[in-house]
């Protein structure tokens, strides 16, 4: 089992950027970020693959978000710039043993909130 623990999350103004942390108890072959708006279902953000030799983009967030991953701390980042009002949600950092086509994930953290004022 892995345990996954997201930070960084916060209140920002549009155009403007934060980082978020994702601290892993144990190595995996794919780490990546979700996103959960009000209202809205679960979306697939930006994934990593380990050593970060393969990074996947949503088209939403391509040009303005960037992964990365610290192999020797067991940790994943994800930069967010040019902050807009629709990036506001939970943002969840997940982990899997294999690269899957749809990104499906093994692990789940608990989540972090991100809040774009316009």
């Known amino acids: 089992q892995v345990q996954l623990v997201e930070s960084g999350g916060g209140l920002v103004q549009a155009g403007g950027s934060l980082r978020l942390s994702c601290a892993a108890s144990?190595?995996?072959?794919?780490m990546g970020w979700f996103r959960q708006a009000p209202g809205k279902a679960r979306e697939f953000v930006a994934a990593?693959?380990?050593?970060?030799?393969?990074?996947y983009y949503a088209d939403s967030v391509k040009g303005r978000f960037a992964i990365t991953i610290d192999n020797a701390k067991n940790t994943m980042y994800l930069q967010m710039n040019s902050l807009k009002p629709e990036d506001t949600a939970v943002y969840y950092c997940?982990?899997?043993?294999?690269?899957?086509?749809?990104?499906?994930?093994?692990?789940w953290g608990k989540g972090t909130l991100v809040t774009v004022s316009s």
């Open positions: 990593i693959t380990w050593g970060g030799g393969n990074t």
């Open positions: 997940a982990a899997a043993l294999v690269l899957r086509r749809d990104y499906g994930m093994d692990y």
């Open positions: 144990g190595r995996t072959f794919t």
